[in-house]
């Protein structure tokens, strides 16, 4: 069984940083990859960022790479997303998701078999 859950979500004004958690109920956390997304009202889900569980390497969007920090705690099964700057358009559902490890393809959806179910962060001007 695996069951993801963000936290950290919020109302935030525009400048602010935020740092996002996705918390991981499942075994051997450290061999599977986590992934980023978000959904803003009305569009698609787009990918943020990612780790990898080769080398602990990272993957960012090239739209907000200058703005987001991925990073893991394998002992506490969480992942973090750290949002500096932060501006209205960031306003959006963020999702954490998992699956097997494939070595690839980590900014599509459909590479991660789990997900959690959200968590809003609305960013006020």
């Known amino acids: 069984q695996v069951h993801l859950e963000e936290f950290g979500g919020g109302l935030v004004q525009a400048g602010d940083s935020l740092t996002l958690s996705c918390y991981a109920s499942m075994r051997a956390f450290n061999s599977y990859p986590v992934g980023w997304f978000r959904q803003a009202h009305g569009k698609e889900r787009e990918f943020i960022a990612a780790f990898s569980s080769y080398f602990g390497r990272t993957y960012y969007a090239d739209s907000v790479k200058d703005r987001i920090t991925i990073s893991r705690d394998n002992v506490k099964n969480t992942v973090y997303l750290q949002i500096d700057n932060l501006r209205p358009e960031d306003t959006a559902v963020y999702y954490c998701?998992?699956?097997?490890?494939?070595?690839?393809?980590?900014?599509?959806?459909?590479?991660?078999?789990?997900w959690g179910q959200g968590t809003q962060v609305t960013v006020s001007s």
């Open positions: 998701a998992t699956g097997p490890e494939r070595g690839s393809g980590y900014d599509y959806a459909r590479s991660y078999d789990y």
